[in-house]
């Protein structure tokens, strides 16, 4: 009786779609955000509350990937999300959502050699210097932002690999390591690569896998680019420095959002 029960009540919710509450702000939430040393490194490289936003729900049913564009147009339309996440705050009403699924298979920081593997870094971390450019207001005065952002750069081909493009750390690598628009930029990847890592561990859920023993991990992370029924998701819009993550944890029904929108300083 109690599983009969407990089937309807999900497939009540199935009817009714998701819906979504705040995690409560405890020690543990974005532990590793919240430390000292990673708003010192935020601050140095212009990623502020003015323009970095994050947030973590619980939600009321089952994850299914098939049912991805239902389950962030529900997102978008849910009053909690909207009274409580900015980006989303003045969105009356969402009819769909445009977005890229990222791989999320990286468990090594190892992921990162092929910097040093393409000459963008030296074998000690530190970031080869070029002749600065000025792109999209970012300053380009070493390898690794050309890389990043340069399309006239050999090195910007280098990475342009789907392996590569695909996946979300290196997405959160461009993320931090470019930063905003009034950033200081660090000499070692090292700087970036350490507090990456923590930060990964904020917004990935990794579990033991049953069958093979190995670590796995089980979140979804989706990149939104654009919410129909919102004018703009990003006040500067196709700037290359436009991030919002949603990242879904199929095994506590949590789902993270993770947003950056590139701010003009003059």
């Known amino acids: 009786m109690e599983i009969s029960q407990s089937r309807d009540l999900e497939d009540d919710n199935q009817n009714h ?17 919240k430390r000292k040393e990673t708003q010192e490194k935020f601050f140095q490289w212009g ?38 996440f900015e980006p989303l705050s003045y969105l009356a009403g969402c009819t769909g959502v445009k977005y890229k699924k990222l791989n999320s298979e990286v468990i090594n920081m190892s992921f990162f050699d092929f910097l040093v593997e393409k000459d963008i870094a030296t074998a ?10 000025l792109y999209e207001g970012i300053s380009l005065g070493d390898r690794m932002r050309k890389a990043l952002l340069w399309e006239e750069s050999e090195y910007f081909m280098e990475l342009q690999e789907d392996k590569i493009q695909n996946e979300f750390i290196f997405k959160l690598f461009q993320m931090i390591s ?8 660090e000499e070692n990847l090292k700087e970036y690569l350490d ?72």
Do not use: M
């Not at 779609?17 to 955000?33: C, P, V």
């Not at 000690?124 to 450019?133: N, P, S």
């Open 17 to 33: 779609g998701y819906s979504f509450i705040q995690l409560a702000d405890d020690a543990k939430l974005f532990s590793n955000f």
């Open 47 to 84: 990623l502020t509350e003015k323009n970095l936003k994050f947030a973590k729900y619980r939600f009321n049913q089952t994850f299914h990937l098939v049912g991805a564009d239902n389950f962030l147009r529900d997102l978008c339309n849910d009053k909690t999300i909207q009274s409580t």
């Open 124 to 133: 000690d971390g530190y970031i080869r210097k070029e002749l600065e450019e």
């Open 178 to 185: 470019i930063g905003g628009s009034i950033c200081q930029y």
């Open 195 to 266: 507090l990456i890592k923590n930060l990964y561990k904020d917004l990935i859920t990794v579990a033991k896998d049953q069958d093979s023993g190995e670590i796995k991990i089980y979140s979804h992370v989706f990149l939104v680019e654009a919410v129909e029924g919102l004018e703009s998701l990003f006040p500067v819009k196709d700037h290359p420095q436009n991030f919002f993550f949603v990242i879904v944890d199929p095994i506590h029904w949590h789902v993270t959002l993770l947003y950056h929108k590139w701010s003009n300083y003059w």
